[in-house]
């Protein structure tokens, strides 16, 4: 454990020990729902393609709505490694609770990260959702089915860049496109996601375009569903984060 120099109650891990956290097995887990991703990727967009002929006007809106919900589910699941479980816990901790606390510790380990273990773990929550949308009808005659059909499909996509994004928004090195995207905010500014690492990473969960964060927090979201959550479990929000005497001194 180390202490944060700017705010003495919060404490945090070491980040040497937990940059060499990353479970050789969880990397080649990682790497084959990478495959599996590309290949069920490859599947349904041959289908999409079929009919994009009768149903070409589903893209635009399904692309625009998965846009915005792929900032929710970005948001929803980093709010739930930020907050939640321990590294202490056995296989999730290491594979899937570290690379959450370690960002916090040391916002720019996630630039050193390689394609794998920044996008990989995205890919391999994608694939049951994409393995549900082959079950999906993507025919002219089922037009609600197909819907949502092209939705999850670029949902999933959207999804699996999230990481990627996050990546460039602590990016030193960006080039001039890329920085025009973040300017205008078609994806995560860098500047915005600053105030979630701002000390005690308890809001602006949103990485994909950020887009959300406002609406989110001014409806008290996330403390909402932390409140509902400790009343059933009893469980401590952000104490494997933060340290438990900080994690307590949020709530009051
Ligand atoms: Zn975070
Ligand atoms: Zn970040």
New binding site residues.
Partial sequence: MQENEHITPIIQRNKEELATGYPKWFRFLETIGLIIFFILVGIIAFRIIKVTADLWYFIIPSLILAWIFSDFIGGLV?WA??TWGSVDMPILGPALIRP?RE??VDPYAITRHDFIETNAACALGGVPILLSCLLLKIEKDFPLSSFIAFFVFFLTLFVLFTNQIHKWAHSKKRNKFLILLQNVRVILNPEHHQI??TPP?NKY?CITTGWLNYFLNSIGFFPKLEKLIMKYTKALPRRDDIGIEAAKKELK
């Fill in positions: 980093h490694g930020d959450f960002h916090h979630h690492h990473f969960y």
